[in-house]
């Protein structure tokens, strides 16, 4: 029973941490369609959002890897394949997995790469 609980603790951490990626990148949606918006039209406020615009982008890239990332995790946790390093097929220490929730390799697959 023990395996199943650890099992369940990881979703709800995932499930919460994905909640807030998806959040935050609806945030960075609302705000640029705001920018897209007519009606800013003072000259001085574009130059500024444009100088903006390649931070939020790669602010938007990250968080959308970082939630393909859960994703990717939560699917293997229903495949019921999480704890199994998808490289050699050994099972992933605990103390990594909770180090890196999201990590598909065994530490040793991982300084091998
Ligand atoms: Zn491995």
């Given at each position: 029973m023990h395996h199943l609980m650890d099992t369940e603790e990881i979703r709800r951490m995932l499930q919460t941490k994905k909640e807030e990626l998806e959040k935050r990148l609806l945030a960075i949606e609302e705000d640029k369609e705001r920018k897209k918006d007519p009606l800013v039209s003072d000259l001085d406020d574009q130059a500024i959002q444009r100088e903006n615009d390649p931070v939020i982008d790669a602010l938007d890239e990250t968080l959308r890897q970082e939630l393909r990332q859960i994703e990717h995790a939560l699917y293997r946790l229903d495949m019921g394949n999480?704890?199994?390093?998808?490289?050699?097929?050994e099972i992933i220490g605990e103390e990594r997995r909770k180090a890196l929730p999201y990590t598909t390799l065994c530490i040793r697959c991982a300084h091998e790469t």
């Open positions: 999480y704890h199994i390093c998808s490289h050699c097929g």
